[in-house]
Nanobody, 122 residues
Framework: QVQLVESGGGLVQPGGSLRLSCAASGYIFSINVMGWFRQAPGKQRDLVATITKGDITNYADSVKGRFTISRDSAKNTVYLQMNSLKPEDTAVYYC????????????????WGQGTQVTVSS
């Protein structure tokens, strides 16, 4: 079964940087879309960035120019480089994978990681 594991979260000062990683494991042939969502306390989970297997990216307006999403499809791993962090970026960041094709050629949708906490504070 497919599992996503995030890493790289932590505490950083405003203006600082963090790099999140998410590795997918299981009997995976390919993953169509991987991305990052975030959820602050009392708020809905919002899209941060996505990247397709063809490296087409999409970003929320609030992070454009500051965050960069990338992936290593051979390793089924997605990254989120976060620069110029603001207190408003504080949230639990969740890795997401959509349309995971297994080695048995079945398809799995909407796979979520457990989340990693990012706190931006002085």
């Amino acid at each position: 079964q497919v599992q996503l594991v995030e890493s790289g979260g932590g505490l950083v000062q405003p203006g600082g940087s963090l790099r999140l990683s998410c590795a997918a494991s299981g009997y995976i042939f390919s993953i169509n879309v991987m991305g990052w969502f975030r959820q602050a306390p009392g708020k809905q989970r919002d899209l941060v960035a996505t990247i397709t297997k063809g490296d087409i990216t999409n970003y929320a307006d609030s992070v454009k120019g500051r965050f960069t999403i990338s992936r290593d499809s051979a390793k089924n791993t997605v990254y989120l480089q976060m620069n110029s962090l603001k207190p408003e970026d504080t949230a639990v960041y969740y890795c997401h994978a959509d349309e995971v094709v297994t080695t048995a050629r079945s398809r799995i949708y909407n796979v979520w990681g457990q989340g990693t906490q990012v706190t931006v504070s002085s």
